[in-house]
């Protein structure tokens, strides 16, 4: 682990995605960690190329602006724009050193669900996170854990059980941390606007409008109401 550091930071909480579209699970996730972890600066990341998938169904400057309003409307949280206004595909190493540059020795908490984190070991430089920052890994009711050989040998060597460690150093320590379970997705979303039914409540008015009016997800006219 990373040293502790003689004057410390606040800490920084950093929840990527691709946010396609960004919905009601996302933003509750987010909301319970950033106050379970007390943090005042707490960025939702979307990502320009995801490295992982093909490809997204809205452009990135569109889920950027679906982010936006989403954000506007959520006290505390911010978007870091950084990953869309990166060219290449966006890798989470390259936005870590380049926040790690811009905040010093602040503690970076890199909040990923437990699906992504069981897969941390295909992350470009996955070993290498470790060194820029913490990782905090929601869990829900439903998560299973599943650390592959080395991964899973990394991870058990840096558990922890509470916060304070995470205040102590700038990285280094992995944080399992219990978020509510909803039963949302970005691809049920988007399945059920393509076949023209209504994804009310499910996301916030303002992004469902802007899909509406950008006429993303859509293969016909959408309901109203």
């Not at 669900?113 to 829900?140: C, E, I, K, Y």
């Not at 899973?152 to 700038?170: C, F, H, K, M």
């Amino acid at each position: 682990m990373s040293p502790a550091t003689d004057t410390p930071r606040p800490a920084i909480g950093l929840f990527g995605g691709t946010f396609d579209p960004v919905h009601y699970g996302h933003l509750r996730a987010a909301l319970e960690t950033k106050e379970k972890l007390e943090l005042d600066d707490f960025r939702l990341l979307p990502a320009g190329t995801p490295a992982l998938r093909t490809s997204t169904t809205a452009s990135a400057a569109q889920r950027l602006a679906m982010l936006q309003l989403a954000a506007a409307d959520s006290s505390g949280f911010s978007v870091d724009d950084r990953e869309i206004r990166r060219s290449g595909k966006s890798y989470m190493v390259d936005t870590l050193l380049e926040i790690r540059k811009e905040s010093g020795s602040a503690p970076l908490l890199l909040v990923i669900g437990q699906d992504a984190a069981n897969q941390l070991d295909r992350w470009h430089r996955w070993r290498t996170l470790f060194s820029l920052a913490h990782l905090v890994v929601m869990q829900r009711p439903e998560s299973t854990v599943g650390w592959r050989s080395e991964l899973g040998d990394t991870i058990q060597d840096r558990l922890v059980s509470s916060v304070a460690p995470l205040r102590e150093s700038p990285a280094g320590c992995v944080l399992p941390l219990t978020v509510t379970q909803l039963a949302i997705s970005s691809s049920g979303i988007r399945a059920l606007l393509s076949s023209g039914r209504s994804a009310r409540y499910l996301l916030p008015d303002a992004v469902l409008e802007y899909a509406e009016r950008n006429k993303l997800y859509f293969a016909a006219q959408p309901p109203k109401g």
